[in-house]
Every structure is written in C-alpha cells, then in structure tokens.
C-alpha cells in the first residue's frame, strides 16, 4: 500500500504564495510518478500538474502555467507544488496522487493513490 499526505494549505490574500507538500511512504517510489489536482466547491476535481519520481518530465494546467512549479525530492519522498501569484479561483481542495510507473499522468482516473487533500483559500 501507499500513503499520501499533503499540508501546506491555508488562507491567503490573492497575490500571495503557498507551498504544497505531499509525503509518500510504504513503498519504493523509483517507479512512481506524481500528480496534483485541485477539486473547487460544486466543481469536479480537475489536473493540476505532474512529474516523474526523477523530476525530469512536468505537466501542468494551461490555468496554472507560469505560477505554479511542480518538483520532487527523493531523499525525503516528498512532491511540492510551488503556487505564486494566487487567485481566487485557485481556492480549492488541493489533492496528491499516485500513479504506478515513470510517465505522468493528466486524467484523475490513471492515478492509483491519493492523499486526503488539503485546502487552499485565497481572500480577494
């Protein structure tokens, strides 16, 4: 089994910066690649951004381009979501999943574990 568990999530003003982290344990993650999605009030849980357990291929959302970084440590097992200039509309739960095997992935479907999210809210 895996386990994912995200924190960092808090109140914020728009503008300002946050910085995600999910820690991952109970198995090897040498073969594992890693994805944030974000799921809004009254809103379906959409792609967020993703990387491979070595860091060397992202993805990320046209809406998060340019402001939010994905990156990993493999020391610690641990995936960051660096998130600059919020936006009310990235007020949100924000999930870390798991999926088997090196190639990220962009569809919630594909993933095979998930933490139990953390929430973002940012004040306008």
């Known amino acids: 089994q895996v386990q994912l568990v995200e924190s960092g999530g808090g109140l914020v003003q728009a503008g300002a910066s946050l910085r995600l982290s999910c820690v991952a344990s109970g198995r090897t993650f040498s073969s594992y690649a890693m994805g944030w999605f974000r799921q809004a009030p009254g809103k379906e849980r959409e792609f967020v951004a993703a990387i491979s357990w070595r860091g060397k291929t992202t993805y990320s959302a046209d809406a998060v381009k340019g402001r939010f970084t994905i990156s990993v440590d493999n020391a610690n097992s641990t995936v960051y979501l660096q998130m600059n200039s919020l936006k009310s509309e990235d007020a949100a739960v924000y999930y870390c999943?798991?999926?088997?095997?090196?190639?990220?992935?962009?569809?919630?479907?594909?993933?095979?574990?998930w933490g139990q999210g953390t929430q973002v809210t940012v004040s306008s």
């Open positions: 999943a798991a999926v088997i095997g090196g190639i990220p992935r962009l569809e919630l479907y594909e993933y095979d574990y």
